[in-house]
């Protein structure tokens, strides 16, 4: 097997929450709490988790948009964690995000054409001749014509906006793109779409994506292999297909009972959640998940559990599974 494009090895990002008259520190928002992942070249890794989980704070922390406060993360072989704004300018050319909300994340004084040409100047590449005819090209592949480079982008679509977005993601050749739930805004219509162009970048660009999502749905549609995260922390992973048939951990059987099925005469029990998401201020002991796990044992409240590999390809945190590591 060839060497991953990205090891992430308990990676932690604590938020410092001030009070009091001094604003001292008292507490630290644990958004990421031990988090290791590998994605290989050409492969797109499925993140999934309830708002909150700390998925996206994850993605930023990826592609250095935040320092994370421990850790490792390592692209194609190079730790990157710890390197200043110098070094990382042309890594940054390697890891692109598409963000959420592409009304957010796109510039509304600027053009199209300005917002598209803006990687290219910034990281100094071409002269604007050369840029303007990467900005054309670039609209090509996403769908769009020519004459949205005059163009504001409240004067498009959600849909195609998050063109706009996609298209400047890939303007430098990267190898890696965060996609930070990048559907979750858009009509149910346009969705596909925009998945079917993602499926389409990589296979013609050979990107590789960390897909951030909260719909197993549209996660089993486009990842490869896939990781669920629970308040901080990864609490399954495994090939996706093999996760949808055999999901171990509670929460993962939770959140895949509850994906609606297109049949009025399927009767399948739902397993449904109680409770609200604990704080990540204050976890619990243990388990994070025991005080909403319906199955829970007093292991689980005493014990945090580990990341274990079993021996149907996927890897579990849970006390309640009994089969033996594969070896």
């Known amino acids: 097997m060839s060497r991953p494009i990205l090891e992430v090895e308990d990676l932690k990002m604590h938020f410092p929450v001030k009070d009091g008259i001094f604003l001292r520190t008292s507490k630290f928002n644990k958004a990421v709490d031990g988090v290791s992942l590998k994605i290989q070249p050409g492969e797109t890794l499925g993140l999934v ?31 990157i ?3 200043g704004s110098k070094k990382l300018k042309p890594i940054r050319q390697d890891i692109q995000m598409i963000f959420q909300d592409p ?29 303007k005819q990467r900005v054309r090209a670039l609209l090509d592949i996403v769908g769009l014509p020519a004459r949205s480079t005059t163009r504001y982008p409240f004067e498009f679509s959600g849909g195609q906006r998050q063109r706009i977005g996609i298209a400047r993601s890939i303007a430098l050749n990267p190898r890696l793109i965060i996609c930070d ?12 779409q925009i998945l079917n162009l993602l499926i389409e970048l990589q296979q013609e660009f050979s990107l590789s994506y960390l897909f951030i999502a909260h719909d197993l749905a549209v996660v089993k549609h486009i990842s490869d292999r896939m990781a669920i ?34 049949d009025p005469h399927n009767k399948s029990d739902r397993q449904i959640i109680t409770g609200d998401v604990p704080s990540p201020i204050d976890p619990p002991s243990g ?25 149907n390809t996927t890897s579990t945190a849970c006390h309640l599974i009994l089969e033996p590591p594969s070896i």
């Open 49 to 79: 988790g309830e708002s909150g989980c700390g998925k996206s704070t994850l993605g930023r922390c990826i592609s250095r948009l935040y320092n994370p406060t421990s850790g490792s993360i390592r692209f194609d072989g190079q730790e």
């Open 103 to 131: 009304m957010e994340s796109l510039n509304a004084r600027h053009t199209v054409g300005d917002i598209l040409e803006e990687p290219f100047v910034v990281q100094k590449i071409g002269d604007s001749a050369y840029r």
């Open 81 to 83: 964690s710890k390197l």
């Open 229 to 262: 995260m629970y308040l901080g922390k990864i609490v399954e992973s495994g090939v996706s297909d093999e996760i949808y048939r055999h999901a171990q951990h509670p929460y993962t059987q939770s959140l895949i009972s509850a994906i609606p099925i297109p």
């Open 181 to 192: 739930e990048p559907v979750s805004a858009l009509d149910v219509s346009i969705q596909s």
């Open 287 to 311: 388990c994070a998940f025991h005080p909403r796990c319906p199955k829970a044992q007093d292991i689980c409240k005493n014990q945090a559990p580990l990341l274990i590999d079993r021996v």
